[in-house]
């Protein structure tokens, strides 16, 4: 390991005013929820700061299987279960929008030889 690699190993640090003991809540079907509760660095609940709830799911696409992680609000597990179908279709609504505008981009990124590209164009033969 080179000096700049362990220097970059003596930088990491534990940013705990930051900590979150994390539970994992699934029905073995297609829901998985992340319950993130905030905590102190002794390891007790720190009520200041809210608890984050996280969706995970699979679906099946003809391309394969695409993992969807999702933001959920709400202010108890028993919230989370029932806003978790609504946020993971609001996940994938922002996924199949970010592919299509990724597709536009690579749809205007393409040059047609022989066609007309405006001021300064080159035409060969």
């Given at each position: 390991?080179?000096?700049?690699?362990?220097?970059?190993?003596?930088?990491?640090?534990?940013?705990?005013?930051?900590?979150?003991?994390?539970?994992?809540?699934?029905?073995?079907?297609?829901?998985?929820?992340?319950?993130?509760?905030?905590?102190?660095?002794?390891?007790?609940?720190?009520?200041?700061?809210?608890?984050?709830?996280?969706?995970?799911?699979?679906?099946?696409?003809?391309?394969?299987?695409?993992?969807?992680?999702?933001?959920?609000?709400a202010?108890?597990?028993?919230?989370?279960?029932k806003?978790?179908?609504?946020?993971?279709?609001?996940?994938?609504?922002?996924?199949?929008?970010?592919?299509?505008?990724?597709?536009?981009?690579?749809?205007?990124?393409?040059?047609?030889?022989?066609?007309?590209?405006?001021?300064?164009?080159?035409?060969?033969?």
């Amino acid at each position: 390991m080179s000096e700049a690699e362990r220097g970059l190993i003596d930088e990491i640090e534990v940013d705990t005013s930051n900590l979150y003991r994390e539970e994992i809540f699934t029905d073995l079907k297609v829901a998985t929820i992340r319950r993130l509760a905030p905590i102190l660095p002794d390891g007790s609940d720190d009520p200041a700061r809210p608890v984050i709830f996280v969706g995970q799911t699979t679906l099946m696409s003809q391309a394969g299987p695409v993992p969807v992680q999702c933001p959920i609000e709400a202010a108890s597990l028993a919230d989370a279960m029932k806003a978790f179908p609504a946020a993971v279709n609001q996940a994938v609504e922002r996924m199949v929008e970010e592919a299509r505008e990724m597709q536009r981009q690579e749809a205007s990124r393409i040059v047609v030889p022989g066609r007309d590209t405006g001021p300064g164009k080159i035409t060969l033969g």
